[in-house]
């Protein structure tokens, strides 16, 4: 077939475009501005479908409930959403051009595929299903980003493309939130009992430690990126990942800076080379901490001092809930209560707890054992050892090859999360499927080569 036959239906398309967007002007010019933005990521999306990957990241990590424009009952539609309509059709139809298979296997797909069974069967003795359903509703994203992911991520130029654009999200999430600051604007009608007393930074309307997870993921593979590149792509990864890291700390969550720390200290194992890059990194993360602390930035030094400050082991709601958690386990005898319901039968644990904005299991470990007992606890169990086998042969496949500090990078940025979520989070919080997809994309175009 000849170039003039395989575009023969350009003119048309284009012609019938620009009618659709004069009609839609007429009614609404605000809709045909939408409109024009939506097509134009379309065509990106048909073109580069990594770039459409890349923009439903960009979308899920500036995206949270205080930006959704619209709620249909208990979802909300906000600009993730808007993004994934558009490149989602787009995206299966550059997959059945490309003969890509769309249902792929990846290595924790039967773990995760089978504790999200068992947690939609517990709805049938859990003490509020239709609680335990909204639960249920992020899984939905999870296995279309999952699945986008490792689609179209093939190579490592696909994952470096997604990861630059998830770079540029959380930098532009940063600016955002500073401009905001500056001019003095806040976003969404949220209030967090966590940030009353000023000093921690909540982002566009999210809580301090989800806002600081959000940005998290990015601050070790932005200076994974700047190992692997050179030139001014180089600085411009450093550059990225240190105002991430520093909004990160304006938040206050000491665990997002543990987690950092972790993750460096266990990509620096076993490679002297890496170990030098991620001492300059720690180092000058520590100078700049310093200098912030001094020079008090947006008053920065407050969030600084909740970090390094004492207080921390004087909060006792944490130890509470973990105590109700294991006494829910035992008097379900193993069984949990079932997914959903927790604040509803906590009064009968802790009455006080229940009574505070603190009544939920502060922990990935702890949601599970409370609602899905022993088959929840296995079937994670299960769940960490296929990502941890997964992540060992990363590690031999990489070998001295340069990816070989990425997989570092991305392993020990899944321990400082792994760490984390011990004492905060929920099973399903976004974005760590979706930095767990590109982790699963990296082991298998290793795999390909």
């Given at each position: ?41 379309a ?24 930006l ?13 959403e ?11 139809t ?35 299903p ?18 986008l ?25 940063c ?35 989800w806002?600081?997870m ?24 450093v ?21 950092t ?9 076993g ?15 520590g100078?700049g ?16 001092g ?5 207080d ?12 109700a ?9 193993g069984?949990?209560v079932?997914l959903?319901?927790?604040s509803?039968?906590?009064p009968?644990y802790n009455s ?10 502060h ?49 020990g940025?899944?321990?400082?999360y792994?760490?984390?979520?011990f004492?905060?989070f ?24």
């Amino acid at each position: 077939m000849s170039a003039l036959a395989r575009t023969r239906w350009l003119l048309p398309a284009l012609m019938g475009a620009q009618c659709l967007l004069v009609g839609v002007f007429i009614v609404s010019p605000r809709g045909a501005v939408a409109l024009a933005a939506g097509l134009c990521v379309a065509i990106v999306a048909l073109q580069r479908p990594v770039l459409g990957v890349g923009l439903i990241v960009a979308s899920r990590i500036i995206g949270n409930e205080a930006l959704t424009f619209l709620r249909v009952g208990p979802v909300g539609i906000g600009l993730y959403e808007a993004v994934a309509v558009i490149c989602l059709p787009v995206l299966v139809t550059a997959a059945v051009m490309r003969s890509r298979r769309l249902w792929v296997s990846w290595p924790w797909k039967a773990p995760l595929l089978l504790l999200v069974a068992w947690a939609a069967f517990s709805l049938r003795w859990s003490a509020n299903p239709s609680e335990g359903l909204g639960d249920l509703i992020p899984v939905l994203p999870v296995l279309l980003n999952v699945t986008l992911v490792l689609v179209f991520v093939r190579t490592w130029e696909d994952l470096r493309t997604v990861l630059w654009c998830w770079l540029g999200a959380a930098v532009l999430l940063c600016l955002a939130t500073l401009l905001l600051n500056l001019v003095g604007i806040d976003v969404g009608e949220v209030s967090f009992q966590a940030a009353a007393r000023g000093g921690r930074e909540t982002g566009l309307g999210q809580q301090p430690n989800w806002f600081a997870m959000t940005l998290y993921f990015i601050v070790p593979a932005a200076f994974g990126l700047a190992y692997l590149e050179r030139g001014s792509a180089r600085v411009a990864a450093v550059l990225g990942g240190s105002l991430v890291f520093l909004v990160m700390v304006s938040t206050g969550s000491r665990g997002g800076v543990a987690a950092t720390v972790i993750a460096l200290l266990v990509s620096a194992l076993g490679s002297p080379r890496v170990r030098r890059w991620v001492l300059r990194a720690l180092g000058g993360g520590g100078a700049g901490l310093a200098l912030a602390f001094v020079l008090d930035p947006g008053g920065i030094s407050r969030a600084i001092g909740r970090i390094l400050g004492s207080d921390a082991f004087m909060v006792n709601y944490r130890p509470w809930n973990w105590q109700a958690c294991m006494e829910m386990f035992v008097d379900s005898r193993g069984l949990g209560v079932g997914l959903g319901g927790y604040s509803d039968i906590l009064p009968a644990y802790n009455s006080l707890l229940a009574s505070t904005v603190y009544d939920y299991p502060h922990g990935v470990f702890w949601q599970v054992l409370a609602h899905l007992g022993l088959v929840g606890l296995a079937l994670l169990a299960w769940g960490v050892w296929r990502v941890f086998r997964m992540q060992r042969e990363a590690a031999r496949r990489a070998a001295q090859g340069p990816l070989r500090v990425m997989v570092k990078v991305m392993g020990g940025t899944l321990v400082g999360y792994a760490a984390w979520t011990f004492f905060e989070f929920t099973l399903l919080e976004k974005p760590f499927f979706e930095f767990l997809a590109l982790a699963t994309a990296l082991h298998l175009l290793l795999g390909r080569r």
